[in-house]
Antibody
Framework: QLQLQESGPGLVKPSETLSLTCTVS??????????WGWIRQPPGKGLEWIGS???????YYNPSLKSRVTISVDTSKNQFSLRLNSVTAADTAVYYC?????????????????????WGRGTLVTVSS | DIQMTQSPSSLSASVGDRVSITCRAS??????LNWYQQKPGKAPNLLIY???SLQSGVPSRFSGSGSGTDFTLTIGSLQPEDFATYYC???????FGGGTKVGIK
């Protein structure tokens, strides 16, 4: 059974880089069945999609975060990672990784439409000095 | 940008009640709308995708409807384990609604 687990530092200083890894178990990350993504949730608030990656390395990012985000994949380790630079207190959140299922495509393009099928448990990252 | 507005933001209901939650998109999203349930301290769980398709393993008391800009999640007969926060998500830009907290009356 597919499982996802986030890992990384729980505390990051302002202006530094937040780095998290999601380890996929119970299945291969190199599958055509899924994209892989990151979503975050500030304490007591709603959900925000950060970005997604395919095992081939193709990425999609939330435009509001795109200038600060890098998502990468390591198929040899069955992991994908998130880097968010120049963090501030507003980046304090629970960060989730998830598997994304493509259920359609945008008309006239290859842009996939996803739902977030399976989520990791999440990890709280606090930005504070 | 697509804005997703859920209403109400919270509601109180009793076990056995029929509950409906609405999600409105700022522009047409066809049927590219998904619903999630989140319990305190837990990750969200997919309930409905493509507006009305029930995810495998989700009880049949959950149903979804709508297209274009207006969507509804209905819980046919509220059970104790259904008290949670519910979120919609559109698949054009992956924007989530603000959530609807379903509490005990």
């Amino acid at each position: 059974q597919l499982q996802l687990q986030e890992s990384g530092p729980g505390l990051v200083k302002p202006s530094e880089t937040l780095s998290l890894t999601c380890t996929v178990s119970g299945g291969s990350i190199s599958t055509s069945s899924y994209y892989w993504g990151w979503i975050r949730q500030p304490p007591g608030k709603g959900l925000e999609w950060i970005g997604s990656i395919y095992y081939s390395g193709s990425t999609y990012y939330n435009p509001s975060l795109k200038s600060r985000v890098t998502i990468s994949v390591d198929t040899s380790k069955n992991q994908f990672s998130l880097r968010l630079n120049s963090v501030t207190a507003a980046d304090t959140a629970v960060y989730y990784c998830a598997s994304l299922v493509t259920y359609s495509y945008a008309s006239g393009s290859y842009t996939p439409y996803w739902f977030f099928a399976l989520w990791g448990r999440g990890t709280l990252v606090t930005v504070s000095s | 940008d697509i804005q997703m507005t859920q209403s109400p933001s919270s509601l109180s209901a009793s076990v056995g009640d029929r509950v409906s939650i609405t999600c409105r998109a700022s522009q047409s999203i066809s049927r590219y709308l998904n619903w999630y349930q989140q319990k305190p301290g837990k990750a969200p769980n997919l309930l409905i995708y493509a507006a009305s398709s029930l995810q495998s393993g989700v009880p049949s008391r959950f149903s979804g409807s709508g297209s274009g800009t207006d969507f509804t999640l209905t819980i046919g007969s509220l059970q104790p384990e259904d008290f949670a926060t519910y979120y919609c998500q559109e698949s054009y830009t992956n924007t989530f609604g603000g959530g609807t907290k379903v509490g005990i009356k």
